[in-house]
Protein backbone atom coordinates (compact mmCIF):
# COMPACT_ATOMS: atom_id res chain seq x y z
CA UNK A 1 0.00 0.00 0.00
CA UNK A 2 1.19 3.53 -0.62
CA UNK A 3 1.64 6.01 1.66
CA UNK A 4 -0.60 8.12 0.14
CA UNK A 5 -3.15 4.91 0.94
CA UNK A 6 -1.75 4.37 4.47
CA UNK A 7 -3.22 8.70 4.87
CA UNK A 8 -6.36 7.69 3.40
CA UNK A 9 -6.45 5.12 6.15
CA UNK A 10 -4.85 6.98 9.39
CA UNK A 11 -8.43 9.82 8.24
CA UNK A 12 -10.96 6.65 8.79
CA UNK A 13 -9.17 5.53 12.32
CA UNK A 14 -11.59 5.56 14.99
CA UNK A 15 -11.45 8.15 17.40
CA UNK A 16 -10.36 7.12 20.99
CA UNK A 17 -8.75 10.02 22.91
CA UNK A 18 -6.51 13.07 21.88
CA UNK A 19 -3.99 10.85 20.23
CA UNK A 20 -6.80 9.50 17.95
CA UNK A 21 -9.06 12.32 17.71
CA UNK A 22 -7.01 14.83 16.14
CA UNK A 23 -4.69 15.35 13.48
CA UNK A 24 -1.94 16.33 15.51
CA UNK A 25 -2.85 13.62 18.13
CA UNK A 26 -2.71 10.76 15.29
CA UNK A 27 0.37 12.59 13.98
CA UNK A 28 2.36 11.81 17.63
CA UNK A 29 0.58 8.41 17.97
CA UNK A 30 1.94 6.93 14.30
CA UNK A 31 5.48 8.57 15.70
CA UNK A 32 5.16 6.39 18.72
CA UNK A 33 4.59 3.85 17.57
CA UNK A 34 6.82 3.66 14.59
CA UNK A 35 9.38 3.90 17.15
CA UNK A 36 8.25 1.22 18.83
CA UNK A 37 7.45 -0.91 15.74
CA UNK A 38 11.54 -0.27 14.53
CA UNK A 39 13.12 -1.16 18.20
CA UNK A 40 14.57 2.08 18.21
CA UNK A 41 16.91 1.28 20.37
CA UNK A 42 17.95 -2.19 19.26
CA UNK A 43 18.31 -0.99 16.29
CA UNK A 44 20.37 1.96 17.06
CA UNK A 45 23.06 -0.05 19.10
CA UNK A 46 23.55 -2.26 16.22
CA UNK A 47 23.57 0.83 13.58
CA UNK A 48 26.26 2.24 15.96
CA UNK A 49 28.33 -0.41 16.56
CA UNK A 50 28.44 -1.04 12.54
CA UNK A 51 29.51 2.52 12.08
CA UNK A 52 32.49 1.99 14.68
CA UNK A 53 33.44 -1.00 13.17
CA UNK A 54 32.76 -0.51 9.35
CA UNK A 55 32.40 2.67 8.27
CA UNK A 56 35.49 4.21 11.13
CA UNK A 57 37.84 1.24 9.23
CA UNK A 58 37.06 2.87 6.08
CA UNK A 59 38.05 6.51 7.13
CA UNK A 60 41.37 4.76 8.33
CA UNK A 61 41.68 3.46 5.27
CA UNK A 62 41.36 6.26 2.80
CA UNK A 63 43.51 8.83 5.21
CA UNK A 64 45.83 6.24 5.26
CA UNK A 65 46.16 5.97 1.18
CA UNK A 66 45.43 9.94 1.37
CA UNK A 67 46.03 12.32 4.27
CA UNK A 68 45.74 11.05 7.71
CA UNK A 69 44.98 14.07 9.54
CA UNK A 70 42.06 15.25 8.03
CA UNK A 71 40.11 11.83 9.93
CA UNK A 72 42.33 12.54 13.13
CA UNK A 73 40.72 15.77 13.44
CA UNK A 74 37.24 14.73 13.01
CA UNK A 75 37.85 12.95 15.47
CA UNK A 76 40.00 14.42 18.13
CA UNK A 77 37.36 18.01 17.25
CA UNK A 78 34.42 15.81 18.15
CA UNK A 79 36.04 13.61 20.84
CA UNK A 80 38.66 15.70 22.21
CA UNK A 81 42.02 13.67 21.53
CA UNK A 82 44.63 12.79 19.33
CA UNK A 83 43.51 9.31 17.74
CA UNK A 84 48.04 8.92 17.46
CA UNK A 85 47.63 8.04 20.82
CA UNK A 86 46.01 5.24 20.13
CA UNK A 87 48.79 3.82 17.79
CA UNK A 88 51.59 4.46 19.47
CA UNK A 89 50.58 1.89 21.61
CA UNK A 90 51.29 -0.86 18.70
CA UNK A 91 53.88 1.56 16.88
CA UNK A 92 54.17 3.82 14.19
CA UNK A 93 53.43 2.54 10.33
CA UNK A 94 55.88 3.58 8.40
CA UNK A 95 54.15 4.35 4.94
CA UNK A 96 56.98 4.15 2.67
CA UNK A 97 56.95 0.30 4.04
CA UNK A 98 55.96 -2.82 1.59
CA UNK A 99 53.25 -3.66 4.06
CA UNK A 100 52.18 -0.14 4.12
CA UNK A 101 51.81 0.13 -0.01
CA UNK A 102 50.27 -3.42 0.08
CA UNK A 103 47.35 -2.12 2.24
CA UNK A 104 46.87 1.00 0.05
CA UNK A 105 45.84 -1.54 -2.89
CA UNK A 106 44.82 -4.47 -1.31
CA UNK A 107 43.59 -3.25 2.41
CA UNK A 108 41.23 -0.36 1.74
CA UNK A 109 38.93 -3.12 -0.65
CA UNK A 110 38.82 -5.66 1.94
CA UNK A 111 37.78 -2.81 4.36
CA UNK A 112 35.32 -1.85 1.73
CA UNK A 113 33.74 -4.89 0.93
CA UNK A 114 33.66 -5.74 4.77
CA UNK A 115 32.36 -2.47 5.93
CA UNK A 116 29.52 -2.83 3.77
CA UNK A 117 28.07 -4.70 6.94
CA UNK A 118 26.60 -0.86 7.94
CA UNK A 119 24.86 -0.28 4.37
CA UNK A 120 22.67 -3.63 4.72
CA UNK A 121 22.02 -3.05 8.20
CA UNK A 122 20.98 0.30 7.30
CA UNK A 123 18.86 -0.80 4.29
CA UNK A 124 17.02 -3.43 6.53
CA UNK A 125 15.99 -0.48 8.65
CA UNK A 126 14.56 1.89 5.79
CA UNK A 127 12.94 -1.54 4.44
CA UNK A 128 11.17 -1.79 7.80
CA UNK A 129 10.19 1.96 7.96
CA UNK A 130 9.30 2.53 4.57
CA UNK A 131 8.04 -1.17 3.65
CA UNK A 132 10.24 -1.38 0.85
CA UNK A 133 12.08 -4.27 -0.87
CA UNK A 134 15.58 -5.60 0.16
CA UNK A 135 18.20 -4.81 -1.87
CA UNK A 136 19.71 -7.89 -4.36
CA UNK A 137 23.31 -8.49 -4.38
CA UNK A 138 22.82 -7.08 -8.39
CA UNK A 139 22.66 -3.68 -6.66
CA UNK A 140 25.33 -4.42 -4.12
CA UNK A 141 27.02 -0.96 -5.42
CA UNK A 142 24.52 0.99 -3.46
CA UNK A 143 26.13 -0.73 -0.53
CA UNK A 144 29.84 0.99 -1.46
CA UNK A 145 28.47 4.41 -2.47
CA UNK A 146 26.38 4.49 1.08
CA UNK A 147 29.79 3.19 3.31
CA UNK A 148 31.71 5.85 1.33
CA UNK A 149 29.76 8.57 1.08
CA UNK A 150 28.93 8.40 5.20
CA UNK A 151 32.51 7.84 5.55
CA UNK A 152 33.87 10.82 3.33
CA UNK A 153 31.01 12.80 4.77
CA UNK A 154 32.79 12.98 8.33
CA UNK A 155 36.08 13.97 6.39
CA UNK A 156 34.37 16.51 4.91
CA UNK A 157 32.60 18.29 8.07
CA UNK A 158 36.07 18.12 9.42
CA UNK A 159 37.27 19.83 6.48
CA UNK A 160 34.22 22.13 6.94
CA UNK A 161 35.03 23.25 10.49
CA UNK A 162 38.26 25.10 9.41
CA UNK A 163 36.40 27.57 8.31
CA UNK A 164 35.85 28.78 11.74
CA UNK A 165 39.57 29.71 11.67
CA UNK A 166 37.49 33.36 9.53
CA UNK A 167 36.76 36.18 11.00
CA UNK A 168 33.20 37.56 11.67
CA UNK A 169 31.38 34.82 9.68
CA UNK A 170 33.57 31.38 9.73
CA UNK A 171 31.31 29.82 12.66
CA UNK A 172 28.06 30.41 10.85
CA UNK A 173 29.75 29.30 7.69
CA UNK A 174 31.44 25.99 9.48
CA UNK A 175 27.27 25.28 10.81
CA UNK A 176 25.78 26.06 7.41
CA UNK A 177 28.56 23.25 5.34
CA UNK A 178 27.80 20.81 8.12
CA UNK A 179 24.04 21.10 7.61
CA UNK A 180 24.74 21.24 3.56
CA UNK A 181 26.97 18.24 4.37
CA UNK A 182 24.41 15.48 6.35
CA UNK A 183 21.77 16.91 4.17
CA UNK A 184 23.19 15.93 1.12
CA UNK A 185 24.17 12.41 2.52
CA UNK A 186 21.42 11.64 4.36
CA UNK A 187 19.07 12.22 1.19
CA UNK A 188 21.39 10.42 -0.77
CA UNK A 189 21.50 7.29 1.44
CA UNK A 190 17.72 6.32 1.98
CA UNK A 191 17.40 7.12 -1.81
CA UNK A 192 19.94 4.75 -3.16
CA UNK A 193 18.68 2.31 0.43
CA UNK A 194 15.34 2.08 -0.90
CA UNK A 195 15.90 1.27 -4.52
CA UNK A 196 15.18 5.42 -5.25
CA UNK A 197 10.98 4.09 -4.59
CA UNK A 198 11.25 6.96 -2.02
CA UNK A 199 11.59 10.05 -3.72
CA UNK A 200 10.68 14.20 -4.15
CA UNK A 201 10.11 15.49 -0.94
CA UNK A 202 9.43 13.32 1.49
CA UNK A 203 12.77 12.18 0.66
CA UNK A 204 14.37 15.85 1.08
CA UNK A 205 12.66 16.12 4.32
CA UNK A 206 14.08 13.38 5.56
CA UNK A 207 17.00 14.26 5.16
CA UNK A 208 16.67 17.42 6.61
CA UNK A 209 15.84 16.77 9.64
CA UNK A 210 18.11 13.99 10.02
CA UNK A 211 20.89 16.94 8.97
CA UNK A 212 19.29 19.23 11.44
CA UNK A 213 19.61 16.26 14.67
CA UNK A 214 23.27 15.22 13.87
CA UNK A 215 24.36 19.02 13.25
CA UNK A 216 22.81 19.30 16.83
CA UNK A 217 24.18 16.66 18.50
CA UNK A 218 27.70 17.59 16.58
CA UNK A 219 27.61 20.62 18.17
CA UNK A 220 26.52 19.49 21.88
CA UNK A 221 29.62 16.36 21.42
CA UNK A 222 31.79 19.44 21.04
CA UNK A 223 30.95 20.91 24.23
CA UNK A 224 30.61 17.61 26.60
CA UNK A 225 32.51 15.22 24.82
CA UNK A 226 36.00 16.25 25.66
CA UNK A 227 35.17 16.17 29.23
CA UNK A 228 33.89 12.85 29.11
CA UNK A 229 36.79 11.16 26.98
CA UNK A 230 39.55 12.43 29.78
CA UNK A 231 37.37 10.93 32.66
CA UNK A 232 37.22 7.77 30.29
CA UNK A 233 40.51 7.20 29.27
CA UNK A 234 41.74 8.33 33.19
CA UNK A 235 39.93 5.35 34.54
CA UNK A 236 39.99 2.71 31.88
CA UNK A 237 41.94 3.45 29.19
CA UNK A 238 42.36 2.96 25.63
CA UNK A 239 38.72 1.06 25.93
CA UNK A 240 37.70 3.57 27.40
CA UNK A 241 37.71 5.92 24.74
CA UNK A 242 35.94 2.66 22.90
CA UNK A 243 33.13 2.76 25.53
CA UNK A 244 32.56 6.73 24.84
CA UNK A 245 32.80 6.51 21.25
CA UNK A 246 30.44 3.86 20.87
CA UNK A 247 28.07 4.81 22.75
CA UNK A 248 28.09 8.62 21.11
CA UNK A 249 27.53 6.63 18.00
CA UNK A 250 24.97 5.00 19.33
CA UNK A 251 22.94 8.65 20.34
CA UNK A 252 23.44 9.76 16.54
CA UNK A 253 22.67 6.32 15.30
CA UNK A 254 19.10 7.36 17.76
CA UNK A 255 18.95 10.52 15.57
CA UNK A 256 19.02 8.70 12.09
CA UNK A 257 16.45 6.30 12.69
CA UNK A 258 13.96 8.13 14.46
CA UNK A 259 14.31 11.20 11.63
CA UNK A 260 13.09 8.32 9.12
CA UNK A 261 9.92 7.35 11.54
CA UNK A 262 9.33 10.87 12.20
CA UNK A 263 9.22 11.85 8.34
CA UNK A 264 7.18 9.25 7.53
CA UNK A 265 4.69 9.99 10.34
CA UNK A 266 4.45 13.46 8.84
CA UNK A 267 4.05 12.66 5.56
CA UNK A 268 1.20 10.37 6.43
CA UNK A 269 -0.84 13.42 8.26
CA UNK A 270 -4.35 14.22 6.47
CA UNK A 271 -3.14 17.82 6.98
CA UNK A 272 -1.26 20.29 4.63
CA UNK A 273 1.56 19.20 5.76
CA UNK A 274 1.15 15.43 5.13
CA UNK A 275 -0.39 16.56 1.59
CA UNK A 276 2.57 18.93 0.97
CA UNK A 277 5.16 15.75 1.28
CA UNK A 278 3.23 13.50 -0.24
CA UNK A 279 2.74 15.91 -3.37
CA UNK A 280 0.36 16.01 -6.12
CA UNK A 281 -0.62 13.45 -9.06
CA UNK A 282 -2.71 14.63 -11.85
CA UNK A 283 -4.80 17.27 -9.67
CA UNK A 284 -5.00 14.31 -7.37
CA UNK A 285 -4.43 15.13 -3.72
CA UNK A 286 -2.36 12.02 -2.67
CA UNK A 287 0.65 11.16 -4.63
CA UNK A 288 1.31 7.33 -5.11
CA UNK A 289 4.14 7.47 -7.90
CA UNK A 290 7.02 8.97 -5.19
CA UNK A 291 5.98 6.76 -2.55
CA UNK A 292 6.84 2.88 -1.58
CA UNK A 293 4.12 0.51 -1.92
CA UNK A 294 3.83 -1.85 1.03
CA UNK A 295 4.48 -5.15 0.37
CA UNK A 296 2.27 -6.55 3.60
CA UNK A 297 5.34 -7.45 4.88
CA UNK A 298 7.90 -6.20 7.14
CA UNK A 299 11.78 -6.63 6.20
CA UNK A 300 14.05 -7.43 8.68
Given at each position: MALAREALAARTETANGWLQGTPPGRTVRRIIDGLVGIELFDRSMTLAA????????VMIAVSTVSEWNVTARSLEDQFGFDPSVLSSAVGTVDPTTPTFAAFGVFGLLMVAVSGTSFARALARIYAKIWNVPSISLRDAWRWLVVLFAVALSASAIAAANELTN???FGLTLALVAELAIWWAVWTLCPYLLTMGTLKGRVLWASGALTSAGLTTIHAGGRLVLP???????HQFGAIGLVFTAISWLFVMSVVIVAAAVITKAVALDETYIGRYLRGPVNGSEQSTESLPENDGAHHE
Open positions: KIFTSVLPLRYRITETAQ
